[in-house]
């Protein structure tokens, strides 16, 4: 059963969250069963968090990071527009099923919509059934596409 968060905030990422969002990443890592290497992480991710290149949102409760989402402004050729891309979004097990999901959706869609955006794309693992049932209550299609990674 879900953990009831009563003081729950959710906010914008500062450098001193990046301890505990990189130890979120190696979580989320390990949930979609991917390999997930730590190295310099925290200075990277430092860099891109403070040049404004990602946004990155956290749920908070008495200063331990529950979930966060990163998140990026991105065109499409196809529609010849701007779009916000979802790169990830992850809480911890305790904190998932009690609404946090779509509080931090609801946030990244009133983002979108100050930058003047009408879409927000993401994608999940095929077998994150959880994840694709969440997405479909919140309304999103789905398209099926391979995701490639070319390493050069």
């Known amino acids: 059963m879900p953990v009831k968060f009563k003081k729950m905030k959710i906010r914008l990422a500062e450098k001193k969250d990046l301890k505990q969002i990189i130890k979120l990443c190696k979580l989320h890592a390990d949930y979609e069963k991917v390999t997930y290497n730590s190295t310099n992480k925290e200075s990277l991710l430092a860099n891109h968090l403070l040049n404004n290149s990602i946004k990155c949102l956290v749920a908070e409760e008495n200063s331990q990071i529950k979930g966060y989402a990163t998140f990026m402004?991105?065109?499409s050729t196809w529609d010849t527009e701007f779009y916000i891309y979802l790169d990830c979004l992850f809480f911890k097990e305790e904190a998932r099923g009690n609404g946090l999901g779509k509080k931090m959706m609801n946030e990244i869609k009133n983002y979108a919509k100050s930058e003047s955006c009408d879409i927000i794309q993401w994608q999940t693992p095929n077998f994150n059934?959880?994840?694709?049932?969440?997405?479909k209550t919140l309304g999103a299609n789905h398209k099926t596409k391979e995701r490639f990674f070319w390493n050069i």
């Open 73 to 75: 402004k991105q065109f």
């Open 129 to 135: 059934l959880k994840a694709i049932k969440f997405y």
